[in-house]
């Protein structure tokens, strides 16, 4: 993911992807649906749609497209969408200095809910705040099969539960490994894997780099962003 501006055109479904760095996506014109890991959302002129590392995505544009203006952030972000009282401001600043756009970025953002639209945003949800969630007890309470669950899911998503579930708690990991010094056994138990051989399999999946790497690369990668401040 390169900073700057992009212009989808629609109708279009960019397929489900994902992209090693934090990041910002600004609407300025239009607007789509995202459906990812941190759930769906329809947004327009705006709002700010945000991602961690890796996060995955599937976009889908309508006919009148839209207008993005993508912005590195140095942090990962803790929610998914958010609103921007001034875009312009950001936009004047991007065109020079990136970094000062970001800040300006952070100063403004406020969070905005996202709203579950029907019972796999529902699940998504669930499963963000437990990854440890039984599908099949939650296909009963729902009071639907496991194949409609799959299959249902599967349409919004583009992925199954289990693999969206396996993704969730392999970001909730690379997130505690980047951000504390907590033992990677620790963090293996923290975030219900087997083991610690099980985490460093599904890091090294998502990232291409085993925990340990993981965590030596960014911790450097924060010392050079905090300098910057």
């Given at each position: 993911m390169i900073d700057g501006r992009q212009t989808w055109s629609g109708p279009r479904t960019v397929p489900r992807h994902r992209h090693p760095e934090a990041y910002a996506a600004l609407i300025l014109a239009g607007g789509y649906e995202e459906s990812g890991t941190h759930g769906r959302y329809h947004v327009r002129a705006g709002q700010v749609l945000l991602h961690r590392p890796f996060d995955a995505h599937v976009n889908r544009f309508p006919s009148g497209g839209a207008h993005i203006l993508n912005i590195k952030l140095r942090t990962s972000p803790s929610f998914g969408s958010g609103r921007i009282g001034d875009p312009d401001a950001i936009v004047r600043l991007a065109e020079t200095d990136l970094a000062a756009a970001e800040q300006e970025l952070q100063a403004q953002l406020r969070p905005d809910a996202g709203h579950p639209l029907d019972w796999p945003d529902v699940l998504a949800r669930d499963l963000l705040a437990d990854p440890q969630l039984r599908l099949e007890a939650w296909a009963a309470r729902h009071r639907l099969t496991t194949e409609t669950l799959s299959r249902g899911f599967g349409k919004v998503f583009c992925t199954s539960p289990?693999?969206?579930?396996?993704?969730?708690?392999?970001?909730?990991?690379?997130?505690?490994?980047?951000?504390?010094?907590?033992?990677?056994?620790?963090?293996?138990?923290?975030?219900?894997?087997a083991d610690q051989a099980?985490?460093?399999?599904?890091?090294?999946?998502?990232?291409?780099?085993?925990?340990?790497e993981w965590r030596g690369v960014n911790s450097v990668q924060d010392v050079r962003a905090r300098r910057r401040l």
């Open positions: 289990r693999t969206f579930r396996a993704e969730v708690r392999a970001l909730r990991a690379l997130g505690l490994i980047a951000e504390s010094s907590t033992p990677l056994v620790a963090i293996a138990s923290q975030t219900g894997f099980h985490m460093t399999r599904a890091v090294r999946q998502l990232t291409g780099q085993p925990p340990g």
